[in-house]
């Protein structure tokens, strides 16, 4: 079985929109991502960081999806990273109300021995200097490094933000980012301008219209199934990075083609990550729901045409 290894934040989350709100709730990158990945037959192990305010139960949930935890450090008498946001009634736009880094601003990540040599490596969204850092722990280089980042490292860590984009082979960004990051407003400009910064794969997603990626003068295209409700977007974009490199650690193959399979995989996790608040939805989801709604990303997209 292949490994993955995941980078991100676990924390907790307070989240406002148009349908409710919510106290204290578990939440990160990390755990969004590894909660993706394990609907994939892939060993994978989370990187970060908690305070022991962190609830047990959130560690046993973990370890029960077959998350490896050895490398989440709890920090005795220090307190888990917290975001805050509301949401505006388009649910694309948001006001961020608090963050409080915690034990997150003193993290120096340590990769568990048994994943020095992991197949593929997501970097979810962190200071560049932690990502960077984990890549410099392989032991082995990885089949596949993928990088999430956001427009706040564009404009308060830009040159190591640099640095660790020429060490990846894929970067998945929104498309506002794409367009910060390489100074262009068409994306496929921005997406050579980015491919030229080092990664070969260039993903832009764009919410609730789909994905992009990119690779030499290639594009495909995944689009976001309709949903008749969205509830809360909070991790959708680390949900569709976890199915990303989930199906590709699991299928061995890392192939444009392929790729073009694992955008898929990661769009369909995410329009389920979106119909609760949080992880609620993605703690009761089963595999069987999974497959009926690729037949419906199947049928969306498939169809015969005369030339």
């Not at 939440?27 to 960081?49: D, E, K, P, R």
């Not at 909070?234 to 590709?248: E, I, R």
């Not at 073009?260 to 993605?282: D, P, Y």
Request: aromatic share 10%.
């Amino acid at each position: 079985m292949n490994k993955l290894l995941i980078v991100g934040t676990v924390a907790f989350d307070a989240i406002e929109t148009p349908f409710g709100k919510t106290d204290k709730i578990l939440g990160g990158a990390a755990t969004y991502i590894g909660l993706s990945a394990s609907f994939f037959n892939v060993q994978s192990a989370i990187v970060s960081v908690v305070g022991d305010d962190f609830p047990q139960e959130y560690l046993d949930l973990l370890t029960s999806r077959n998350i490896d935890i050895s490398g989440l450090e709890v920090v005795q008498g220090g307190k888990t990273f917290f975001w805050s946001g509301r949401y505006h009634n388009d649910l694309n736009s948001r006001d961020t109300l608090d963050t409080q880094l915690n034990v997150l601003a003193d993290f120096q990540p340590k990769v568990p021995q048994d994943y020095k040599n992991a197949e593929i490596v997501m970097l979810g969204n962190l200071h560049p200097l932690v990502q960077s850092s984990v890549l410099d722990q392989m032991e082995t280089q990885p089949k596949l490094t993928v990088l999430d980042t956001m427009n706040f490292w564009m404009d308060c860590a830009l040159p190591e933000l640099m640095d660790v984009i020429k060490r990846v082979d894929v970067i998945t960004i929104n498309d506002e980012e794409a367009r910060q990051l390489s100074g262009e407003y068409s994306l496929v400009k921005a997406a050579a301008k980015i491919q030229a910064m080092g990664p070969k794969y260039v993903v832009i997603k764009k919410g609730e219209h789909g994905a992009l990626i990119f690779h030499n003068k290639e594009v495909f295209f995944a689009p976001a199934l309709p949903l008749e409700e969205v509830f809360d977007p909070t991790g959708a974009g680390d949900t569709f990075a976890g199915g990303f490199a989930g199906y590709l650690t699991q299928s061995e193959n890392i192939s444009f083609e392929n790729m073009k399979n694992a955008i898929i995989q990661g769009s369909n996790l995410a329009s389920f990550c979106v119909e609760k608040f949080g992880t609620e939805r993605m703690l009761d989801l089963d595999k069987t729901e999974v497959v009926s709604r690729l037949q419906q990303f199947k049928s969306l997209t498939q169809f015969d045409i005369e030339l």
